[in-house]
């Protein structure tokens, strides 16, 4: 069964073409275009690990605010030399519509109000022991995410996620037979264990 046509009469058509870029970035379809993003992200990131969030704000306002009013100035300089009445270069760029809708504003706020809800439920269902075994799951991964905090800030975590985000795809595409032989040997052992 194709679970692709499957996943489309779920989502919008807006929501699996927003999915199927993603995929295609994350894959690396157009080699270019992932380069342009995952090198972006990861500057974007590593950025962060040396100055504050407001200052690395400002310097891409600053970048992008002095790529633009260069850009201006340079088709302002043109038109002048050419003599030509082209007008303005970012015109077709004002005249979008940018505002968001109504319906968009309350699409994303359900979803987020859901979301927020089902954690706090999930939560409170675990910090006051509905369940002993998943409320003593969820303090070992606490436990364990100790560890993982006195090795690593969140930046590097997010780095770190980055890089495999674009880089575990592609490996698995070009070695999913011997991948998938080593993930079976490695059930097999953990089903054994569980099993004793």
Same mark, same amino acid.
């Given at each position: 069964?194709?679970? =692709? *046509? #499957?996943? &489309?009469?779920?989502?919008?058509?807006?929501?699996?073409?927003? &999915?199927? *870029?993603?995929?295609?970035?994350?894959?690396?379809?157009?080699?270019?275009?992932?380069?342009? /993003?995952?090198?972006?992200?990861?500057?974007?990131?590593?950025?962060?690990?040396?100055? %504050?969030? /407001?200052?690395?704000?400002?310097?891409?306002? !600053?970048?992008?605010?002095?790529?633009?009013? =260069?850009?201006?100035?340079? @088709?302002? $300089?043109?038109?002048?030399?050419?003599?030509? #009445?082209?007008?303005?270069?970012?015109?077709?760029?004002?005249?979008?519509?940018?505002?968001?809708?109504?319906?968009?504003? %309350?699409?994303?706020?359900? @979803?987020?109000?859901?979301?927020?809800?089902?954690?706090? @439920?999930?939560?409170?269902?675990?910090?006051? /022991?509905?369940?002993?075994? #998943? %409320?003593?799951?969820?303090? $070992?991964?606490?436990?364990? !995410?100790?560890? $993982?905090?006195?090795?690593?800030?969140?930046?590097?975590?997010?780095?770190?996620?980055?890089?495999?985000?674009?880089?575990?795809?592609?490996?698995?595409?070009?070695?999913?037979?011997?991948?998938?032989?080593? /993930?079976?040997?490695?059930?097999?052992?953990?089903? %054994?264990?569980?099993?004793?």
């Amino acid at each position: 069964m194709d679970t =692709s *046509v #499957d996943a &489309r009469a779920y989502l919008s058509q807006s929501e699996w073409s927003g &999915r199927a *870029v993603a995929i295609d970035l994350l894959y690396w379809r157009n080699v270019k275009q992932s380069g342009a /993003v995952f090198s972006s992200v990861l500057l974007l990131l590593f950025s962060l690990t040396q100055f %504050s969030v /407001v200052s690395v704000g400002a310097y891409l306002a !600053l970048a992008a605010l002095s790529a633009s009013i =260069s850009f201006r100035i340079y @088709k302002s $300089v043109l038109q002048a030399v050419q003599k030509t #009445d082209e007008g303005h270069p970012f015109k077709a760029y004002l005249e979008i519509e940018i505002a968001l809708s109504q319906e968009q504003i %309350s699409k994303y706020a359900d @979803k987020i109000l859901l979301y927020t809800n089902t954690c706090m @439920k999930e939560l409170r269902r675990l910090f006051l /022991v509905q369940d002993l075994v #998943d %409320s003593l799951k969820f303090a $070992v991964l606490m436990w364990l !995410l100790t560890y $993982v905090g006195a090795l690593f800030n969140g930046l590097t975590l997010l780095i770190l996620a980055v890089v495999s985000m674009f880089g575990m795809p592609v490996v698995y595409e070009k070695h999913q037979a011997q991948i998938d032989q080593y /993930v079976g040997l490695i059930r097999t052992q953990v089903n %054994s264990v569980v099993g004793k």
